[in-house]
């Protein structure tokens, strides 16, 4: 099993910064993907930002240019720097990751808890 645990949401106000993070812990030999979601009252989860183990990036339309994904390898640990936040970004979010166990296993994907972001004046 992995667990994901993530940290760093909160209130902030419109044009603020908040930076999330995710760690992924237990039965791990590697991870492909791992990214971020969020999933607002009444709407679909959808993706926020992916990030592959050699660095290649993905971004929904709507954060290209004020979030900014990383990730650290070695900590099994992802990132998401979040500036310019606007009241649309409210959400929870979810971290995802998809995980091999053990050598010649297919991934799996596993999800976090989720933390609140919330944005409001």
């Known amino acids: 099993q992995v667990q994901l645990v993530e940290s760093g949401g909160g ?6 910064s908040l930076r999330l993070s995710c760690t992924a812990s237990g039965s791990i030999f590697s991870i492909y993907v791992m990214g971020w979601y969020r999933q607002a009252p009444g709407k679909q989860r ?3 930002a992916a990030i592959t183990g050699g660095g290649t990036t993905n971004y929904a339309e709507s954060v290209k240019g004020r979030f900014t994904i990383s990730r650290d390898n070695a900590k099994n640990t992802v990132y998401l720097q979040m500036n310019s936040l606007k009241f649309e970004d409210t ?15 297919n991934p799996q994907g596993s999800w976090g808890q989720g933390t609140q972001v919330t944005v409001s004046s």
């Open 91 to 105: 959400a929870v979010y979810y971290c995802n990751a998809y995980v091999v166990h053990k050598l010649g296993d």
């Open 46 to 48: 959808e993706l926020v």
């Open 11 to 16: 209130l902030v106000q419109p044009g603020g």
